[in-house]
Every structure is written in C-alpha cells, then in structure tokens.
C-alpha cells in the first residue's frame, strides 16, 4: 500500500519535468511512475531520461520512445511530431538508447495497479471516448481479471473513466480536489502530461494516487514555458512545439 506519483507523456521538458518533481517532493509520495513517452517533441530528450533514471522513476514504453528507437515506427506520425523525432535521435547517445530499449510494455503492482501508455493491448490505440474504454475494460477484465485500476497516457487530456458492477461506463467529472474512488468499480485513469499538455490549460499535470485510502488527486503545476519555447527554437524545431506549450493543446 503506498502513495504513488503517476507522471506521463513528459517527452523532453526538462522544465516541466523539473517543476513536477518539486511538487512531488510536498507529498508523502513513496514511488514515482511514468506512463512513457519519456522523449519527443521537445528539446531534452537526453536530460529528461537521465533526470527519470537518476530518481528511480519505473516506467513503460511510450510509441514516441518506439520511434526514437526505430524511425520505421515514426511513418504515421505527423511532420511535426517526425521532425522532433528525428531531433532526438540525433541527440540521443547510447546509454539513453539503452534505457529506452529497457521499458517494458506494461507494469503490474501490487496485483492489482496496471500501467501502460496507450490502451492495454497496444501503445498507438488512444483511449479518448466511451467505445475505446469499454475495449479497454473488456479486454483487463479478460486478460487481467485482477486489475482494478489502470493508469494510461497517450492522449495528454486528465480524465477518469469508471466502470460499475452493471458494465456502465461514464467519465468521472473531477476537480483539482481530493476524489475518492469506490471499490467496487473498475478505473482507467490518465494523469494528463507532464511535457505537453492539451486541455487547454498550459501547467504541467500528473496524478497522485493512494492506494489505501483508494484516494487520487490531479496536480497541475506551472513551470518556466518561456525558457523550454527557448530551447525548442533554439534546436531548430518546428515552432508550432514553442507555441502548443503556452496554449495547451
Ligand atoms: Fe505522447
């Protein structure tokens, strides 16, 4: 049973990255995990992995971290996104293709806490509206029967989907305040990201998650946008990537 710091999507921001690891250090938090895409987009992919493996953050792999890896695995992203790869690529040096290879698809705690970037069958399936998390839903339930909360990424939006002892589904409305989960319904729970954040709303965001009290609460922290847009310009990347991060999206 522990307090766990669920971190996704940081892909590169150094700053942001930073900014939430301050936070976290205001909580009682007892592990740290990412939900992948650890690089991509912006302009530290390398400080970034070594900031995550310096704090001992578990993690899972991203379809950006696939990308880095394997260009081929980059052929439906989009000009943008596939320029930033490229970037990283260049970037990257061994050690931090090492970690990258390293991250496994999935992780299991405690039995009962899933994490994994996409959807639990595959890295590049968005869990974005109510038909993509009763997929999500089924397949833990035959696949897994004993998770009981699934953390995921990908999309960069905070959001909660609930499934009750009937099979409903819905998406939970939450606030920055404290929301108590009821055991005897399934999650699918995304922090929202730590790098790229598109709800609109420019800070940094993560979850932090209690598993004894089957409490969690969004965290959205504001960082030094002005100094990563630098760096961003600075490395020649497309400048759409400065602009999304004061905007959100
Ligand atoms: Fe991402």
């Given at each position: 049973m522990?307090v766990?710091?669920?971190l996704?999507?940081?892909?590169?921001?150094?700053?942001?990255?930073?900014a939430?690891?301050?936070?976290?250090?205001?909580?009682?938090?007892?592990?740290?995990i990412?939900?992948?895409?650890v690089?991509?987009?912006n302009?530290n992919p390398?400080?970034?992995?070594e900031?995550v493996q310096?704090r001992?953050?578990?993690?899972?792999?991203g379809?950006?971290?696939?990308?880095?890896?394997d260009?081929?695995?980059?052929e439906g992203?989009?000009?943008?996104?596939?320029?930033?790869?490229?970037f990283?690529?260049?970037?990257?040096?061994?050690?931090?293709f090492e970690?990258?290879?390293s991250l496994?698809f999935?992780?299991?705690l405690?039995?009962s806490?899933?994490f994994?970037?996409?959807?639990?069958e595959?890295?590049n399936?968005?869990i974005?509206n109510v038909?993509?998390?009763?997929?999500?839903f089924?397949y833990l339930i035959k696949?897994?029967p004993?998770?009981r909360?699934a953390?995921?990424g990908?999309t960069?939006?905070?959001?909660?989907w609930?499934r009750?002892v009937?099979?409903k589904?819905r998406?939970?409305?939450w606030?920055?305040e404290?929301?108590?989960l009821?055991?005897?319904e399934m999650?699918?729970i995304?922090?929202g990201s730590v790098?790229?954040p598109?709800?609109?709303?420019?800070r940094?965001?993560?979850?932090?998650?209690n598993?004894?009290?089957?409490?969690?609460r969004f965290?959205?922290?504001s960082?030094d946008?002005l100094?990563?847009?630098?760096?961003i310009l600075?490395?020649k990347?497309?400048?759409f990537l400065a602009?999304?991060l004061?905007?959100?999206i």
């Amino acid at each position: 049973m522990a307090v766990f710091a669920i971190l996704s999507d940081i892909h590169g921001n150094l700053e942001a990255l930073d900014a939430v690891l301050q936070d976290i250090s205001a909580w009682n938090v007892d592990k740290i995990i990412h939900l992948g895409d650890v690089v991509g987009y912006n302009a530290n992919p390398c400080e970034v992995i070594e900031e995550v493996q310096r704090r001992r953050i578990q993690g899972v792999q991203g379809n950006h971290d696939i990308a880095a890896l394997d260009i081929k695995m980059a052929e439906g992203f989009n000009l943008v996104a596939y320029r930033a790869i490229l970037f990283t690529r260049q970037q990257l040096e061994t050690i931090h293709f090492e970690y990258l290879k390293s991250l496994p698809f999935s992780l299991l705690l405690e039995g009962s806490y899933l994490f994994f970037h996409g959807s639990p069958e595959s890295v590049n399936t968005y869990i974005a509206n109510v038909f993509q998390a009763r997929r999500a839903f089924n397949y833990l339930i035959k696949q897994l029967p004993s998770v009981r909360i699934a953390f995921f990424g990908h999309t960069h939006v905070p959001k909660i989907w609930s499934r009750d002892v009937r099979g409903k589904i819905r998406a939970v409305t939450w606030s920055d305040e404290l929301i108590r989960l009821s055991p005897d319904e399934m999650y699918l729970i995304n922090p929202g990201s730590v790098g790229q954040p598109r709800q609109k709303n420019n800070r940094a965001s993560y979850l932090l998650m209690n598993t004894d009290k089957l409490e969690v609460r969004f965290r959205s922290v504001s960082y030094d946008i002005l100094k990563a847009q630098k760096k961003i310009l600075d490395a020649k990347l497309p400048e759409f990537l400065a602009v999304r991060l004061a905007e959100g999206i």
